[in-house]
């Protein structure tokens, strides 16, 4: 707590609520705001130093409870308060903001499924980079296994003599459990009671499996023969198998909950240990993590999960303009199974009579212990489809509790009619008995194989693997969550997408499927990590530019779509810049970089001389949003030339319906040294319309290799108080 530089004060009172405190700038009173720029604001983190020493009388109560103190990220610390002393502290003149301690929940859902990975192929990139060697990637998660095959340290490279972290000892796990691979092993209980780590290994040891499923996703080694029954067998790997491991474990219990208290001690630890790449799979909506801003500031990558809250729109998390936030889609593999009908009362009826069931027909829009009629679908296939309810209910709600009623009632299997087909997580308690997601468009077909007086027969072949151009991918998972963010609208999110449904990766000393943003936050994270490795002079902004502006938008001339209701060609706010490429991600001609001053000027935009609006506007990011176009605006860019030095790039202007950009100037030369060129993009409307998101792109095009495109959201506003009626 020395209070070097900047910084505010944060204090944790987990007693029985949690707080957390910010200090004010200049000793002003505090304001408590509500609006995303107060909040913005109020988390401001370039404050002037607030020091215990300052807090008076409450010096000695609040040292006393001190359980940590923040030295990296800023200066300032949590501690263990009552009640009353968090009142005291709250009307100090320092005292900016008082608010609760959050807890912040993992993005993960569990399963033990069909559909898997398939990135098993060496590209470019993956040797150019030597496959991520002294690159080292931080985890803020569960923990690690550290036994896992995933974790072997076999022809790595000694540990980076940058690196200033430690190898904490623990309950099941010793110091001496780090290597080459997993290089230091952190963790964060201070703030936790007995009831919270019920269960729990008081050490970096990872109970409930997601932080190891995440860091072997990241930077897994190579392990052959991995397979879930049979399927998807394989190798499994990392993204960057050579880079190295820090883990942080900040998250706790079954529930797997995040504290602020530990989330920051992380942060604030990363920074001094000498993280290069910081993977959080970690939050959600309505949660910003702030003290990841000081983490950028220290040239750390930060990524961050979208959020699995989709496919409603709004509902983006980790929206800050200086962290990567990530969304979740498809890969082309399938795991398909044929269903054979017949008619039941056809002479063809199937001789093999035993591997042919009746179809039992159910809605299964059913609540945890209810039951599915045993008299009526035992022995049968249950199939699930309900044409007035299906819009609305969120496959999340009911399939896994219709598969236990299913099997509960003695079915031989459930095929379920549903949009939301990309996540077989809920098929963790099927075990033996088939159980299949169908199409709308195979609704029609099960149903037309029999009449009022037959019943539809139906046989079910096992599952098979199936790789390739034939399955359509990437399509953004149902659950990954969709922009407009609603604290920082100013800002697209989420930035790009990668895969996140049914990835195999190491949980213990097995692998197993699991789907969610989480599975796709750590992708990013691991060709975050390849790119450092190739530029080790990218700035965590080149980085994210280069991986959003060459990010694709299709796949063999077909547009990547997003799953939902309906499903969709994907936009911006389902996938940011689009589906990541990592290989042209190496090479990206130009990139949108960030002075981490500007990032200042965003944080304390309100003591700036011009509004937040256009600062948020101009701030370099390699995306446009406008979300309230009343007027012609103008938008400020400057693109850095990281290609060859002579060149001359032109824009390709996409434009959103019924809006008009301009580009000045619309050629941009780098030549004789010059690696800098700034342009302004203006908008305004051509026709006036009311209230809707409309997206376009803005290309620079070299003519050759490099096609460098950002994102644009516009919403044009014509009345402030206007709701469409
Ligand atoms: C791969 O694993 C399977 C089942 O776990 C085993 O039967 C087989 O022998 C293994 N193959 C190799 C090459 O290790
Ligand atoms: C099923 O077979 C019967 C007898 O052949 C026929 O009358 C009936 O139309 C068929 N139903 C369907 C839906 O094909
Ligand atoms: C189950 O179905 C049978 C046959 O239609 C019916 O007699 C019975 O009442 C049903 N049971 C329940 C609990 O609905
Ligand atoms: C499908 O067929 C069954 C039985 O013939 C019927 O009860 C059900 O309403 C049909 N559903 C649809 C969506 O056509
Ligand atoms: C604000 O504007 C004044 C007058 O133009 C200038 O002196 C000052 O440096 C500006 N402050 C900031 C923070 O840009
Ligand atoms: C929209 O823009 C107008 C004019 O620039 C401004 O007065 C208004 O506050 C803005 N509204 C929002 C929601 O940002």
Redesign the pocket.
Known sequence: MEGIGSSHIALLLPLQTSYFVVAQPNNKASKKGKSSMKILKKQQLHTKICSPESLEGNKEAALESIIYSYKHAFSGFAAMLTESQAQTIAELPEVRSIKPSRVHPLHTTHSQDFLGLDYTKPTGLLHDAKYGDGIIIGIIDTGIWPESASFSDHGLSPIPSKWKGQCQAGEAFRSNQCNRKIIGARWYDKHLSAEDLKGEYRSARDTHGHGTHVASTAAGALVPNISFHGLAAGYARGVAPHAQLAVYKACWGLGASCHDAGIIKAFDDAIHDGVDVLSLSIGKSGDEFFSSFHAVKNGITVIFVAGNEGPAPRTVTNALPWVITVASATIDRAFPTVITLANGSSSIVPKDNNNWYEIHHSSCLIRNGEKINASLASGKIVFCYSPLSVSITSPFGYVSHAVKAAKEAGAKGIIIATYGLDILDYFEKCGAMPCIFVDFDAVGQINSSGDENTTPLVKIAPARTWVGGEVLAPKISTFSSRGPSPLLPQFLKPDVAAPGSNILAAVKDSYKFQSGTSMACPHVSGVAALLKALHPDWSPAIIKSALVTTASNDRYGLPILANGLPQKIADPFDYGGGFIDPNKATDPGLAYDVDPKDYDLVVNCESANSSC?SIFQNLNLPSIAI??L??PTTVLRTVTNVGQDDAIYKAVVQCPPGVRISVEPSVLQFKQGKKKQSFKVTFSMTHKVQGSYLFGSLAWCDGAAHYVRIPIAVRP?IS?NYADL
Do not use: F, G
């Open positions: 609006e979300p309230n009343t007027m506003v402030e």
